[in-house]
Nanobody
Framework: QVQLVESGGGLVQAGGSLRLSCAASGLTSYDVAWFRQAPGKEREFVAYIRWSSDSPYYGDSAKGRFTIARDDAKSTAYLQMNNLKPEDTAVYYC???????????????WGQGTQVTVSS
């Protein structure tokens, strides 16, 4: 049974940092992505990292501020978010599948989401 569990969300002031974690079980050789969804908006691609390499790929909103990483020994992926802005407020989801893509519709496996709120 595949399970993804996110943690690390919370309330932070603008300019602050958070690190999200995504613990995976029941998967092997999978790519991991982070998406986010703000109220009334479509789910937005944040970043992905492939299992076979350390080459991450970022959406425009994440470039220069967010870093995606993975520790396969711990079956955990991370999203380090720095210099957070109020517009980063959203529910953040991790997703996994055999082929990374920026299209959220292509992922079969999802976590439950973790709320990130950035105050101004």
């Amino acid at each position: 049974q595949v399970q993804l569990v996110e943690s690390g969300g919370g309330l932070v002031q603008a300019g602050g940092s958070l690190r999200l974690s995504c613990a995976a079980s029941g998967l092997t050789s999978y790519d991991v992505a982070w998406f986010r969804q703000a109220p009334g908006k479509e789910r937005e691609f944040v970043a992905y990292i492939r299992w076979s390499s350390d080459s991450p790929y970022y959406g425009d909103s994440a470039k220069g501020r967010f870093t995606i990483a993975r520790d396969d020994a711990k079956s955990t992926a991370y999203l380090q978010m720095n210099n957070l802005k109020p517009e980063d407020t959203a529910v953040y989801y991790c997703a996994a599948d055999t082929e990374a893509t920026v299209n959220f519709r292509m992922y079969r496996f999802w976590g439950q989401g973790t709320q990130v709120t950035v105050s101004s």
